[in-house]
C-alpha cells in the first residue's frame, strides 16, 4: 500500500510542474517512504516517460533563458539536480548569439531602448544587473554599446 500511495504522490507532484528525478527523490524522502519504494517509484515514472530530466532543462532554458545568462540558467538546473552532462548538452545548445539577444532583452526591459541617464554610474549599474542575471562580459559589453552608443564604455 505504500508504493501505491508514494506513486500517486509522485504523480500529484509531477501534474502541478515538471521535477527532475532528485526533486520526485527528495519530496519522496521526506514523506518517510522507503528507499526500496522510492527506487521502485521512480523506475515506474521512468517507465511510463514521466521523468525526463534533458526535456525539462531544454524546456527550463527554452523558457528561462530570455531573460537569464548562461551562468544563472545552468546554476538553476545544477540546483533542480540535473546532471552534468545534461546540462552541458543543453547549454552547448545555447549559441553566443541567443545569450546576447538575450542579455539586450534584459537590458531594455531594464532601461529602456535608449536610456536617458548615460553616466558611468547607470552604466555600472546596469551591468551589475546583467551580471546577476548570468551574462558574461562577453554579452554585455556589446548591450552596453549599443544602449549607449555615443557615451563612453568602460572595460573593466
Known amino acids: 500500500m505504500e508504493e501505491e500511495r508514494a506513486r500517486s504522490y509522485a504523480v500529484w507532484l509531477l501534474s502541478q510542474q515538471a521535477r527532475t528525478e532528485k526533486e520526485i527523490r527528495e519530496k519522496l524522502a521526506r514523506k518517510e517512504c522507503d528507499e ?6 521512480m523506475e515506474a515514472l ?4 514521466y521523468i525526463d530530466d534533458a526535456g525539462l532543462a531544454a524546456n527550463w532554458v527554452a523558457s528561462r533563458g ?3 545568462g548562461r551562468r544563472a540558467l545552468a546554476f ?18 545555447r549559441t553566443d548569439e541567443i545569450e546576447a539577444d538575450a542579455c539586450r532583452a534584459a537590458a531594455v526591459r ?4 535608449s536610456p536617458t541617464d548615460r553616466s558611468r554610474e547607470a552604466q555600472a549599474k546596469l551591468a551589475a544587473f546583467l551580471q546577476r542575471r548570468g551574462f558574461g562580459w ?3 559589453k556589446p548591450t552596453l554599446r549599443a544602449l549607449y552608443t555615443d557615451a ?3 572595460d573593466e
Open 36 to 41: 526500496a519504494v522510492v527506487e521502485s517509484v
Open 46 to 49: 521512468r517507465r511510463w516517460g
Open 66 to 68: 530570455k531573460t537569464r
Open 76 to 93: 538553476e538546473l545544477r540546483r533542480k539536480g540535473i546532471e552534468s552532462e545534461t546540462l552541458k548538452e543543453t547549454m552547448e545548445a
Open 110 to 113: 531594464k532601461v529602456s531602448a
Open 138 to 140: 562577453d554579452a554585455i
Open 152 to 154: 563612453e564604455i568602460d
